[in-house]
């Protein structure tokens, strides 16, 4: 099983409304990290979360980790085209090497204009 | 500051063929870690090296796969032997340091490996 569950699979939203990716693990997580896909290009880098509790907000997008450490959620307000790509979780996981992150396997975000 | 770079970006291989995929980490940088994404997958770690060592190969298949992060130059991840298995995106990240809490990788844009 998947270690790391990502939802929803895929996501389509009309342009300027809300949304929330959510990311779940059995374990509790030593880290957390948010990054961005777009088709044929590599991650880039959105926040990390370490402490539970936790939340984090870049422009519109704001990054929560719950207390137990083991859920996540990504919030995007007023959502725009620019947006869209595969948003994937990534986790220090206990088991793993510390440096060995464990992905899930992405939610695909469209946003129609 | 240029970031993490990898070449080439596309690769095409015939089975039976080798696959040399290329990443210079971000400049400071000395940890590199490979990762493949299968099609309809996640990303799944497949090595880690620091400058001429591999600290953790686990994620490799045994066979026919090799990584190695010489004193000069890119960090080579190599497969001989290539079956259509392999197609997959290589992503190749980078970091300062390593190990939690602190792990942020910076990752390069991805060899995609098409074995025909």
């Known amino acids: 099983s998947q270690e790391l569950e990502q939802s929803p699979q895929s996501l389509i939203v009309q342009e300027g409304k809300n949304l929330t990716i959510n990311c779940t693990s059995s374990?509790?997580?030593?880290?957390l990290y948010w990054y961005k896909q777009k088709y044929g290009e590599g991650l880039i880098f959105l926040m990390m979360?370490?402490?539970?509790?936790e939340e984090k907000s870049h422009e519109k997008i704001t990054a929560k980790l719950d207390e137990k450490k083991q859920q996540s959620s990504l919030h995007i307000t007023a959502s725009q085209p620019s947006h869209a790509g595969i948003y994937l979780c990534?986790?220090?996981?206990?088991?793993?090497?510390?440096?060995?992150?464990?992905f899930g396997k992405g939610t695909k975000l469209s946003v129609i204009p | 500051n240029a970031g993490v770079m990898q070449n080439p970006r596309h690769l095409v291989r015939r089975r039976g063929q080798e696959a040399r995929l290329r990443c210079s980490p971000m400049?400071?940088?000395?940890?590199v870690y490979w990762y493949r994404q299968l099609p309809e997958e996640g990303l799944k770690f497949m090595v880690y090296?620091?400058?001429?060592?591999?600290?953790?190969e686990s994620g490799m298949p045994k066979e026919r796969f090799s990584a190695e992060f010489p004193k000069e130059g890119p960090s080579i991840l190599r497969i001989q032997q290539v079956v259509r298995g392999d197609s997959a995106a290589y992503f190749c990240?980078?970091?300062?340091?390593?190990?939690?809490?602190?792990?942020?990788?910076?990752f390069g844009p991805g060899t995609r490996l098409t074995v025909l």
């Open positions: 990240a980078s970091s300062p340091n390593s190990g939690s809490p602190y792990n942020e990788q910076f």
């Open positions: 374990k509790t997580l030593y880290g």
């Open positions: 979360l370490q402490k539970g509790g």
């Open positions: 990534g986790a220090d996981l206990p088991g793993a090497g510390s440096y060995q992150l464990t």
């Open positions: 400049k400071g940088h000395s940890h």
């Open positions: 090296l620091q400058k001429e060592n591999i600290i953790d």
